[in-house]
């Protein structure tokens, strides 16, 4: 998620900076780095050192020590070897206690900003730093009256700490710490009041992503069970945000800490649904649906919504039918024309449509009513992307079901006259919706077909191609016949053979509707668009607009941002504060 770096690290609290040769350069402040590469390693090495000292022998002198920091942490990110050489002078250690210890909250930012950086760049600089009494001292910076800026530094290094680290995912609990940002989800903003225009309520919004991020990485990647059965008491305050909010900037992070709370978590799935949360996630997706048709925007956002749902159901198909009360299907249907969607968009709502039709018939007749079985049959015949082809596939077996109960009663489901006459005309048009799910199977045979051979995408292109070509006519025709009259329900087909049973089956079993949610950029939290140090608003250095959030599924938001550079450049060109 994109978020703006804390705003203490400013210019207006940095000395003027003055290029000096390295023979003149003394321990009244830190060496200068204007002219000079430090990728040359005697040379990183000597300024690391240098830059020790001076903040050993600067302790009062803050803007001197805070100017140090931010230049160890230029080194650290221009040479790989940097971290691990200022960690083994000791000057990892110095700068932690230093964060303790310092008495000026300026150079405690400072100190947690290098911290988190080098932790990041390198997994030894990690390990080192992932004790207890880090822990507890992020936590006590977090639970007192610290300011806003410092609390945003604490939680970057947590997120630090924790990502792809069971270790840290241990700690955060053990040390209370977990706890603590919890109690910040609930209350750093109101749940009744959003004005990002308002710059108090803005930097406090920073301070809310920032911890969102890091409950995130608290219980995914690994996943941690613990740590999600923790998170779940969040839910019903994450659906008061959504109920209240319908804004990309709350959507979008709820949707993530929602989707990797309950992800491959049955009992925590089970407790979403129970609190209302599918219900919550439903009324949002339709609503969204209907803005789609006006704005791109809502089109997108509705896509993580989508992954959202996906990553409930997907372990828990029957909880489809609370989804059949909103005619989520139809929605999903609709989504899925709009033009502006790539094809992992659209193959994330086709494998929903997949689970919410794995066993619902209410979703099933749903997708018949609302021409889901052409769309199914055309993105096979057209597309010739195979995970796409593989969701369609799924959708096309879960239809077969129904498929058959249509074609034997007309009585089974309590339909109005309007759709009894429909189903009537099916009937009499039987002849012809038989060849077209004939037509269908052949495709989904020749994809078993090609499954079992070797190199599959060579053989695909060369001979699926052909297949496709002989019958696309008829397929076309029975299209065309089918939209005109409004028919969205197949009717009697032929037994499916057990071959293809098997095949569903495998392809089942290979985890492709494991994707759900987590494949997506939405769900997957990679360490650079979650923390308050590389996802910072890009739109901070222009008059604090307010950011508006990238729509990648790793819609996640994942833009780098210029406050780095900005920082440090301001660091060498500020005014000297006497």
């Known amino acids: 998620m994109a978020l703006e770096r804390p705003a203490p690290l400013t210019s207006a609290l940095l000395p003027r900076r003055t290029c000096e040769p390295r023979s003149e350069r003394s321990l009244e402040g830190p060496p200068n780095l204007c002219t000079r590469n430090s990728s040359n390693s005697v040379e990183m090495k000597t300024d690391l050192n240098l830059l020790l000292e001076c903040l050993k022998y600067q302790m009062d002198n803050a803007f001197s020590q805070k100017e140090a920091l931010v230049t160890i942490h230029s080194i650290c990110q221009q040479n790989s070897n940097a971290s691990v050489y200022f960690r083994e002078i000791g000057g990892l250690m110095f700068v932690k ?68 680290n069971r270790t840290g995912q241990t700690l955060v609990r053990e040390t209370g710490c977990i706890t603590v940002l919890s109690r910040l989800f609930r209350t750093v903003i109101s749940k009744y009041e959003l ?140 989504l899925l024309l709009h033009e502006s969607l790539d094809s992992g968009e659209k193959f994330s709502i086709m494998l929903t449509l997949g689970h919410c039709t794995e066993d619902c018939e209410e979703n099933q007749y749903d997708l018949f009513k609302n021409n889901g079985l052409p769309l199914m049959i055309q993105a096979l015949t057209e597309s010739q992307n195979e995970e796409l082809n593989k969701a369609a596939t799924f959708v096309l077996h879960n239809c077969k079901k129904i498929t058959e109960k249509l074609s ?40 078993e077909q090609l ?46 053979d057990k071959s293809h049973s098997r095949r569903f089956q495998s392809y089942k079993s290979h985890g492709v509707m494991s994707k759900a949610c987590t494949n997506d950029d939405q769900m997957k939290t990679p360490l650079k668009s979650a923390n308050p140090v590389h996802a910072c ?42």
């Open 408 to 447: 034997l009663s007309l009585g089974e489901y309590p339909f109005d006259e309007n759709e009894t006459q429909q189903l009537k005309d099916i009937n009499g048009k039987e002849k012809n919706l038989e060849e077209h799910w004939r037509k269908a199977k052949e495709i989904l045979h020749r994809i």
């Open 537 to 578: 608003y890009r739109e901070s250095e222009q008059n604090k607009s307010l950011y508006k959030a990238k729509s990648s599924c790793n819609q996640n938001l994942r833009e780098e941002t210029t406050f780095e550079k900005n920082f440090i450049s301001q660091s060498r060109n500020s005014a000297d504060p006497t």
């Open 195 to 334: 004005d990002l225009s308002d710059k108090n309520v803005f930097q406090s919004y920073q301070l809310w992503s920032s911890v969102c991020s890091t409950l995130c990485v608290c219980v995914n990647n690994p996943q941690n069970d613990e740590n999600q059965m923790f998170c779940c008491s969040l839910f019903p305050h994450a659906n008061e945000w959504l109920k209240n909010f319908m804004k990309p900037e709350i959507i979008r992070p709820i949707c993530s800490f929602i989707g990797l709370t309950l992800a491959n978590n049955t009992y925590v799935q089970k407790y979403f649904v129970s609190v209302g949360g599918l219900d919550v996630l439903s009324q949002v997706l339709v609503q969204l649906e209907s803005d789609s048709h006006e704005t791109l925007s809502s089109a997108k956002l509705a896509v993580v919504v989508t992954k959202t749902v996906d990553a409930c159901i997907a372990d828990n198909p029957t909880f489809g039918i609370v989804l059949s009360k909103y005619h989520i299907v139809s929605k999903l249907l609709a």
């Open 451 to 496: 499954e079992r051979e070797g190199n599959e995408e060579e053989i695909q292109r060369e001979n699926c191609q052909d297949n496709i070509s002989s019958m696309n006519m008829s397929i076309q025709n029975t299209w065309k016949h089918l939209h005109a009259d409004h028919i969205g329900r197949a009717t009697k087909a032929e037994d499916e």
């Open 97 to 164: 206690n230093l964060a303790k210890s310092s008495e000026h909250s300026m150079v405690k930012e400072a100190a947690l900003y290098t911290l988190g950086a080098i932790a990041e760049k390198n997994v030894y600089c990690q390990q080192t730093l992932c004790t207890s009494e880090l822990f507890e001292d992020l936590t006590w910076f977090l639970s007192n009256d610290s300011n806003i800026n410092l609390k945003r530094m604490s939680v970057y290094v947590i997120l630090v700490l924790v990502s792809n």
